[in-house]
Every structure is written in structure tokens, then in C-alpha cells.
């Protein structure tokens, strides 16, 4: 029997105490040095683990160390906590029994921090998956809050616990985490107001003022610096190693994975901040009538921002730190507070909003990790409670604490050492018994129901009458001065009445770790935890719902007059209930302790590590494993966990349990020194064996697995062939159907093709077939046809020929009668019947010629030249004569439609026609403008005006003329202006009259044969006007001109006809010269201009050009 562990291997010391040689109490405390200085921090007794605290951080917490922990066998590694949380889960997982870690030790032992591994370890190697990964991340961050609320720095310790913890934490059958639930126990709330020196109040007061952003500092009303506040302690608020603010972040975010709400955290931090502006609300006293003093608040600034906060009333609870109702039987007294009830009712108020927001933090957390209710659960508790503690000054909350540490060492003392002891001997095992202190007395000694300290207190509190911390003391000093460890100076033992080192007003108790001196003073009030009606009223009433739900006492329609349970009382109720859930499971203990009392490294007091292993009883308990045995089990169960290890118990025992391990130890070949058979029992004396089973069971195990795989693989493979060779078939079956479809198919397709050509061809002979009777037929009817058709001709032929033959015999008949009628006619119509055909004819004629003509009649217009041809030669002369007689016609017509005035200047047309008409070459341009006489518009236009005016008479010509010079032969223009009377040369510019001859002095007008303007106006000799000789001009209207002359010359009675000379020579008379003025016909040039030069004094010579 060889098993090989690294408990025993290369080890520091002696890993196990168990295997100390010697042991002694000096050897004891050398190996826990030499592991110690080794970094070697846990060592074991049997299955409890020493934990010794190292006071720095060690590399052996890390995931690595989880996975060589996981799985294995306690003894198997090196001593590690993880050992110890592996051996309980895995219990807990495979063997379905409820485990509790019970962490023991005293105030900086490292408890609270052994717990946190134990969790993380259990997370880390539990199952994985986003819901249990929830669930652990919840477990796991409840911690930083509740240790930021319920933990202080001591002059014990930095981080040390003020509160109980009991944590179950629930598995499914799988061994993942469903839930957990938070056991809180009695928070040392008398810190909130106050505490020692070298201490500091909790940690969020700390974490709050330096870790919270400006602006929610402003919201909560707080300043940072930590002086301004009477409840925070000034001496220790840095703490070495202790970064406030971020574990203020750390421990929001925490809240925030736990599950609170946003307004939730902001509703716990304005409680936080309100119990910091409680502690600076100061009394000052104020006189009354009756001598008596009353409480006034000094300042109430800090009143006021406390109240906005909660949303208070400001008078409400300024009323209520002044005055104190009591009710009792409907009757209600009302009286006055002084300064220093003012200020306990402050304090009160102070602690009891604190612990009551503790409690509730608690509730909230559990209502989060709280697993889903299923029918079962195993749980697995964490016991992290406040070590055992001796103060310079100690006082009600130590005695609880201390009180409960007694407690635990006895269940510790129960469960280990008599327990133990009492079973060897139940069982008839041979045994020795081992003395050790049991501490059952000193339990007694406080929560005995008579005369406990607890149940006196109660009494005390309870008692009607003055009672007083002394009174109280006084009754101790009666009731438990026979005790043996009670210890006070006026008890009525008078053994202590010359120790001087106790004083008067307190007892002193000797616990199991160490005699500790109590003060009386504040006993009775912390027992009866005295909150005023009327604070709690107040603070009900309060616009805030956290806080409502904080203090329903307050709920004035639920007021209850029975007294509250004492503190004391419910304490030891809880610790009581404590106690009985953790007898119901396996325990699992950690021994914690601390190896110096200065919270350093590296450092190991002897003295302070032998008492504390003196108190814990731990050479006892290692006295006890050493004379006993290491395990036991009854029979079935080992029976049937080992029963694989041996043929003839495998797999069934047919005979009684007992039989079937005894022949299973023979058969393995035990040593009997190794085991004792008890009565129910089994015993195994050295870990060692139960590796060996162990081991044997885990490789029998293994073979068994090997052989189930074995089985299970060809069964698993067998089965798989059977259902592939299944799956064939029908593959097969499948397939073939499906190949045999198909076949057919193509087949049947096959069919229809050679069916569908053979029909074809079929159909395809008969229409060949019905084609050809068809055509025989249509050959028989065409044939028939034609045949029908020719007899039908031939008839016909024969019919037309009879009926020509007919019709030719009837005219030849005809004209035979014809010329034998007019043969003997004929001589009586010759005579008459020609002249009358030619009549006949003639008028035929006539009237034909007539319809023709009036459908092919000309224009209305005198100048349509138009006229239809003749039609026949002998009607030439009537033809022309008609087309004469209808242009007169036509002209009369046009002529009778004329008004007077178109009239009048027709007749100027016509005037102007016989004059020159075939006489001058420029007329014939002249028909065709008409003659508008007023170029000018004389009388309308502005610039004649004045010219105008001068006239007498209508101006029946006004145009611009060309007034040759006489000198040079070129021209100047000039209005011409015609009257009834005169002749008006005037300026073209100014409109200024240059010459006026009156018509009589005009005796005749030149103009030339050619076609330019020029013409010569002749004066009478001797007359006024003839003064300056003719005017020789030249006009763009002369034919209008001449002719208007001419007219108005006629017209006038008294004139003489004026004469138009016309010839291409005349002569003008120039003041005292004639000259000649010639006309010749020139070249075209200068722009086709008439030029006109003088050529010499009697010869004036006009070019006019031959195309003008
Ligand atoms: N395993 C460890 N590794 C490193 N430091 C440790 C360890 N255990 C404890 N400590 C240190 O010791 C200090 C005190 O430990 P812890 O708070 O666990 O004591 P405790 O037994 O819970 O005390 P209390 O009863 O006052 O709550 C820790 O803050 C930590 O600095
Ligand atoms: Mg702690």
C-alpha cells in the first residue's frame, strides 16, 4: 500500500499537526513559525485548516492554484483554503450534504478575507454559463457593499467587520449557484456617533466625501473636507493602504451589478449624507419659568439641509429633539428634553437610521441573489462574523461579539472534541479520554434564561422603577458572583475586593480567549435601544420612501405601546438560531489566526500566536485526531462506496454491511492496526488509508468506466451499424423504387413516342388516303363540271347563234320595210326640211354660244384684259362687239360706285394725262402714285405753324422743291406751297416765306420732254414778282405740281389759261439774262442724279440719265 502525496513530499514543517513528532505546545508553535516565515500560511489539523494571516498579498491565489486545487484530494496538495473550499463543494455537489464554512478567529485573524476566497474559489470552479455567471458576479460584489457600510477601521484591524455575516449560498443538483441568502447579525451602531481613539466610523462616510463627484456632493449637501463633521473621527481618516475614493467606485458599481436602482443609490447616499448632518446638529440650553432647562438647536443650518434632504419638515423635527411625548393607556404626557437628552436623541436617532439602512441594504441584496424557488437546494453557508475582541474600553457591542465568538467555539468544541469523543465510546472503540476546556460554562454564564447576564439585563431594562447602568451592575454582583468567570470588585466574592485593576463600575468576564473588563455604563440603554416616539414619527413622516420605509413604527395609525424586544434578547435569539442551522450541516472549519498585533508582514509573536492557539484548543483538537481515527463511516455507505474494490462484494453483498467491509479490508490487505470496526461505524485511522481506498476506488472507477465506455461504445456502435444497416434497406428500398420510377418512366415515355409516331403515321396514310378520294372526287365534279360547262357553251352558243340568226333576219327585215317605206315616202318630204334643219341648227348654236359665255364671263376689274376665245369663226364680229359693249359696261359700273373727291382727283389724272401724256417721260411713273397734294401736312405739323398762319387760303400743294441757283446750277430746298391764288417758295428750316407770285403773274411753266423734275416757272414781264426773274426748280411730284398749276390757273375766272411748255430747250429769264437750259440725255452716274451745270452765261445744261 503505497500512496504518494505532496502533503508529505518536499514539505515545509510538518504540513498536517496531526503527524507532529513530538507534539508539544512549543513544537506546535515552532512549525506554524517555520511555515510562517516560509510563506507556508496554512497548515492543517485533520480536515480544519490554520490560517495563519500573512498581512501582505501572496501568489497563491491565483487562477492557476484554482485549477490545481480543483478536483483533487484534500491531502493530495499542499495545505491551501482551497483544499478545504474544494473538499465542501465537491461533498456538497457528489455526496448531496448541506456543508457550512465556519471562519474562526480573533479581530484581524483574516476571517473576512478567508471567507472572499472561499466564495471565489467556489465560483471559480462551479459552473459556467451567463445565468450562473450573473448570479456568482451578484454574490460575489454583495460583499464590497456590505463592507463598505459595515466595516471600520479598528485598532485592530484596518477593515475589521462591525457586523455578523452568515451567507447560504444555494447550488442546483449540478453544483451551479442558484442564489444566496444574507444573514446579518447586530451592527456595532454605537460607532455612527462615536468612536474610539486610533478608530474611524464606517468606511462610506470616508468613501463618500472623497470618492463622490463635485456635483453630487452639491446634491447631497456635503463638503469634502472630512473636519467639517462631528460624527467622523479626525485623528485616523487616512488610512494606509486605503483608497477611498476608488473604493467608493468600486462599491457603486457593485451596487450596480447586485441590482440597485439608480435612485435607490441615490435614496442609501442622501440617508448617508443625513446621518452626517445629524451628528452636527449642536443643543444650546434655554432657561424656562420653572427652573428647568430646555434644548434649543444652535445652528440650524444643518437642521434645514438635513430636512431638504429627507424632505422633513424642519419644524417637526425641531419639536421633536425639544420635547418627548409618552403615551401609556390613551394617556398622553408630553415634556421637555434638556441639552443632554437632546443629544442622546440625537445619537439615537443618528445610530438607528444607520443600522436600520443596514439591515435594509441587507434585505435589498438578498432580494436580488435570491434563488428561484425550486423544490430542493443544496446550500453551502459562509460564517464571517465579527472576531473575538478586547479593547482598552468595552462595552455592550464587545460583550456580543464576544459572547458569539463563545458560541462558535462551541459548536467548534462540540462538533470536534466531545462529540468525538463520545462517539468512540458509543461505538465501543477502545479510547483514552483527552482533557480540554470546555467553554459551555462561560456560555451559560451570559444566555442562561434565570440568570444569564443577558436575561438580567432584560430584566433590568424591563423592571419598572429607576434603573441605571449601576443598578444593573448591582444585580450582576448578586446573581453571578459564584461564578467562575465572572469576576467583579463589589461582588459579594470578596476575592476581588483588592484587585485593583478592576474597577468599580465594571465586571469582567474570563471567555475562552481571555479575561475582558466591561464597562456597566451604557449597558442598559444599548439593551433597550431606545428610539423617541416622536423621531420616529418624525422621520415617518418624512417625503422620502426609503425612509418611510425605514421607520414604520412611526406610522402614527400603527401605534404600537408594547415594548420592543431588547437588543441583548434579540441577539442571542438569532446567534441561538445560528447555532441550530449549523448543527444540521457538515462543517468545515478555518482557524484564522493573527501573528502580530501590529497588522505587519513577516512578523510572528509567539506569545500572541501561543494564546490563541491556547483558546482555539487547537493542540487539543489535535490530540484528538492523533488518538483517534481520521474517518469514519457506517457501514452501508462505505459498503457501498467501496464495494468495487473487492470481487466478492462486487456488485452486490449479499450478507449484513458489517461482514461485506470486513471482508473487503481483508481483501485489500489493510493493515489491522489501520481500522477499527465500531458498532455502526467503521473507523480509519490514518488519512493515508483513505487515499489508498480512495485511490483504489478512483482507479476502480476508472476501469469501471473504461468498461461501461467499453460497452457502452460497441453497444453505441452495434446499434449504429444496426440503424446504418436499417437506413440501408431502406436507402435501398428508396433507391430502387425510385431507379425502377424512373425506368419506368422512361419506359411508359419511350411507349408514348413510338406510339405517338405509329399514330401519326397512321393518321398521316389515312389523310393521304382521304386526300386522294378527295381529289378523285373533286377530280369527277371538275371533270363533270367542265363537261357540263361545255355542254352548257355549246347550247348557249347554239341559242346566241338562233337568236343572232333571229335578230338579223328582224333587221334585215327592218331595213327591208324601212327602204320600201321611205322609197315610197320619200317624195313627199324634200321639198320643206332644209331651210327649217338649218334654223334648227343655227338657233342651237346661238344659244349654246350664249349659256358658254355667261358661265365664262371676266372680272368686275376695267383692267382684266381677259375674254373667252371664239368659238366659231362666223361669230367673230358679234364676239369682239360683246367684249366692247361689257368693258363700257364694266367701266360705267366702276365709275358710279366713285365719291366726289376720289372724282376730283381723277380728274387731276386725267388733266395731267393730256398734258402730258406721250409728251414727257417722267408721267408714266406719275400714274401710278397718287396725288396727295399736302406732303408737308402743313396745317398739322408744329414746325409749320407759323407758315401756315401766314396763308390766307386753303394750301392745295405743299411739298420741298429744289430751287436752282442761278449761278452754279445747284439746288437749294424750298417749301413749294400752291394756293387758289399764289405761288409760296418759303424756307425749309425757319418756315420764313422767300417769294410769293400771285397766279396771274404766271404766264407759262417749261419742263423738259425727259423724265426728270426740272421745271421753269415764267413770270409776266413787268409784274412785282418778276423783279428777281423766273424760278427754275426741280420737284420729285412735278406732273402733280404742273397739273395742279394748271387747274388752279383754269379755275381761275380771272387768270389766263397758263401754258405748259414742253421741250428739252427753253429759256428762263434770270433778272436781266436769258438763259438757255438744256436737256441732255447723259451716262448714269452719281447715283442715277439729275446734275445740272451751268455751263456758261447763256447755257444752263441738265444731264439727265438715260434709264431715269
Ligand atoms: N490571506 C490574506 N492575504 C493577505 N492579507 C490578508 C489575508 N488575510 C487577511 N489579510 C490582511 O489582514 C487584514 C484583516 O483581515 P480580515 O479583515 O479578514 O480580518 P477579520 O478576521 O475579518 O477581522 P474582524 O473580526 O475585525 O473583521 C486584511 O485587511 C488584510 O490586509
Ligand atoms: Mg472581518
Known sequence: MEVKTSLLDNMIGVGDMVLLEPLSEDSFIANLRNRFDHNEIYTYIGSVVISMNPYRSLPIFTPEKVEEYRNRNFYELSPHIYALADEA????????????????????????????????????????????????????????????????????????????????????????????????????????????RGERNFHIFYQ???????????????????????????????????????????????????????DEVQSVLE??????????????????????????????????EMCELLGTEQTVLERAFSYRTVEAKQEKVCTTLNVAQAYYARDALAKNLYSRLFSWLVTRINESIKAAPKSRHKVMGVLDIYGFEIFEENSFEQFIINYCNEKLQQIFIELTLREEQE??????????????????????????????????????????????????????????????????????????????????????????????????EGF?????????????????????????????????????????????????????????????????????????????????TDSLVCHQVRYLGLMENVRVRRAGYAFRQAYEPCLERYKMLCKRTWPHWRGPAREGVEVLMADLTVPAEEFSFGRSKVFIRNPRTLFFLEERRRQCLQDLATLIQKIYRGWKCRSHFLLLKKSQIVVAAWYR?????????????????????????????????????????????????????????????RLKEEARRKHAVAVIWAYWKGLKVRREYRKFFRANAGKKIYNFTIQRIMQKYFLGLKSTMPSMSPIDKSWPVKPYLFLDGVHSELRRIFHLWRCKKYRSEFTEEKKAVFEEKLEASEIFKDKKALYASSVSQPFMGDYLEISKNPKYQKLNSAMDEKVLLADVVNKINRANGKGTARIFLLTKNSVVLADQKTGQVKASVPLPDLTSVSVSTQS????????KEGSASAI????????????????????????????????????????????HDKVCVKFIQGAPKNGNSVSCKRKNNRLLEVSVPSTV
Open 89 to 196: 463543494y465537491r461533498s456538497l455537489r457528489d455526496q448531496d450534504k448541506d456543508q457550512c464554512i465556519l471562519i474562526t478567529g480573533e479581530s484581524g485573524a483574516g476571517k473576512t478575507e478567508a471567507s472572499k476566497l472561499v466564495m471565489s474559489y467556489v465560483a471559480a470552479v462551479c459552473g459556467k454559463g451567463q445565468e450562473v455567471n450573473k448570479v456568482k458576479e451578484q454574490l460575489l460584489q454583495s460583499n464590497p457593499v456590505l463592507e463598505a457600510f459595515g466595516n471600520a477601521k479598528t485598532v485592530r484591524n484596518d477593515n475589521s467587520s462591525r457586523f455578523g455575516k452568515y451567507m447560504d449560498i444555494e447550488f442546483d443538483f449540478k453544483g451551479d449557484p442558484l442564489g444566496g441568502v444574507i444573514s446579518n447579525y447586530l451592527l456595532e451602531k454605537s460607532r455612527v456617533v462615536k468612536q474610539p
Open 208 to 262: 463618500l466625501l472623497s470618492g463622490a463627484s463635485d456635483d453630487t456632493l452639491k446634491k447631497l449637501k456635503l463638503d469634502r473636507d472630512f473636519s467639517k463633521y462631528n460624527y467622523l473621527s479626525l485623528d485616523s481618516a487616512a488610512v494606509n493602504g486605503l483608497d477611498d475614493a476608488a473604493n467608493f467606485r468600486t462599491v457603486r458599481n457593485a451596487m450596480q451589478i447586485v441590482g440597485f436602482m439608480e
Open 271 to 304: 440617508l448617508v449624507a443625513a446621518v452626517l448632518k445629524l451628528g452636527n446638529i449642536e443643543f444650546k440650553p434655554e432657561s424656562r419659568c420653572n427652573g428647568n432647562d430646555e434644548s434649543r438647536i444652535r445652528d440650524k443650518n444643518d437642521l434645514k
Open 423 to 520: 462517539e468512540y465510546v458509543r461505538e465501543g472503540i477502545e479510547w483514552t479520554n483527552i482533557e480540554y476546556f470546555n467553554n459551555a460554562i462561560i456560555c451559560d454564564l451570559i444566555e442562561n434564561h434565570q440568570n444569564g447576564i443577558l436575561a438580567m439585563l432584560d430584566e433590568e431594562c424591563l423592571r419598572p422603577g429607576t434603573v441605571t447602568d449601576e443598578t444593573f451592575l448591582d444585580k450582576l454582583n448578586t446573581i453571578c458572583a459564584e461564578h467562575l468567570h465572572f469576576e467583579s470588585r463589589l461582588s459579594k466574592s470578596s476575592k476581588f475586593l483588592t484587585d485593583h485593576s478592576l474597577p468599580h463600575n465594571c465586571f469582567r468576564i474570563q471567555h475562552y480567549a481571555g479575561k475582558v473588563l466591561y464597562r456597566a
Open 524 to 604: 442598559v440603554d444599548k439593551n433597550n435601544d431606545l428610539l423617541y416616539r416622536d423621531l420616529s414619527q418624525a422621520m415617518y413622516k418624512a417625503n422620502h420612501s426609503l425612509m418611510k420605509q425605514l421607520f414604520p413604527e412611526g406610522n402614527p395609525a400603527k401605534v404600537n405601546l408594547k415594548r420592543p424586544p431588547t437588543a441583548g434578547f434579540q441577539f442571542r435569539h438569532s446567534v441561538g438560531t445560528l447555532m441550530r442551522n449549523l448543527q444540521t450541516k457538515n462543517p468545515n472549519y478555518i482557524r484564522c489566526i493573527k501573528p502580530n498585533d501590529k497588522k505587519a508582514s513577516h512578523i510572528f
Open 737 to 797: 423504387r425510385y431507379a425502377q420510377q424512373n425506368k419506368y418512366k422512361r419506359i411508359k415515355s419511350a411507349t408514348t413516342v413510338v406510339q405517338s409516331y405509329t399514330r401519326g403515321w397512321q393518321a398521316r396514310k389515312l389523310l393521304r388516303e382521304l386526300k386522294y378520294q378527295k381529289r378523285c372526287e373533286e377530280a369527277v365534279t371538275t371533270i363533270s363540271a367542265y363537261w357540263h360547262g361545255t355542254q352548257a357553251r355549246r347550247e348557249l352558243r
Open 1012 to 1019: 426728270d423734275g426740272f421745271f421753269a416757272l415764267k413770270l
Open 1028 to 1071: 428777281k426773274g423766273d424760278f427754275l426748280l426741280s420737284s420729285e411730284h412735278l406732273i402733280e405740281i404742273i397739273t395742279k398749276l394748271h387747274r388752279t390757273g383754269a379755275t381761275a375766272a380771272d387768270s389766263e389759261q397758263l401754258n405748259i411748255d414742253i421741250s428739252d430747250e427753253f429759256l428762263v429769264q434770270f433778272k
